[in-house]
Nanobody, 124 residues
């Protein structure tokens, strides 16, 4: 079965850093586009970062560009979101996702497998 298991969420102060990880299984990991999404209470889920399986090109939301970095390790079926210079506005539940293409991840809702979500809280 397809599984995406997240880790690394937690509480961090403004300006701090956090690294989220997602362990994938049950599908051909290196053939899938990967991404991170987040959802704050009362708000829609939004795309944060994504990476293509074809050329590993990346896309970032304007709000996180320059602060967040998506990466992957095909040998370990794992991908990450490095979050730096965190702001209170980054507080949300973060979800890892994998889809058959970058286009799939851009659909609303995204056409993807999902992790269970992990809470990130940035305190002032």
């Amino acid at each position: 079965e397809v599984q995406l298991v997240e880790s690394g969420g937690g509480l961090v102060q403004v300006g701090g850093s956090l690294r989220l990880s997602c362990l994938a299984s049950g599908f051909t990991f290196d053939e899938y586009a990967i991404g991170w999404f987040r959802q704050a209470p009362g708000k829609e889920r939004e795309g944060v970062a994504r990476m293509s399986a074809v050329d590993e090109s990346t896309e970032y939301a304007d709000s996180v560009r320059g602060r967040f970095t998506i990466s992957k390790d095909n040998a370990k079926n794992t991908f990450h979101l490095e979050m730096d210079l965190l702001k209170p506005e980054d507080t949300a539940v973060y979800f890892c996702a994998a889809g058959p293409s970058m286009l799939a991840l851009r659909f609303r809702p995204p056409r993807a497998f999902w992790g269970q979500g992990t809470q990130v809280t940035v305190s002032s």
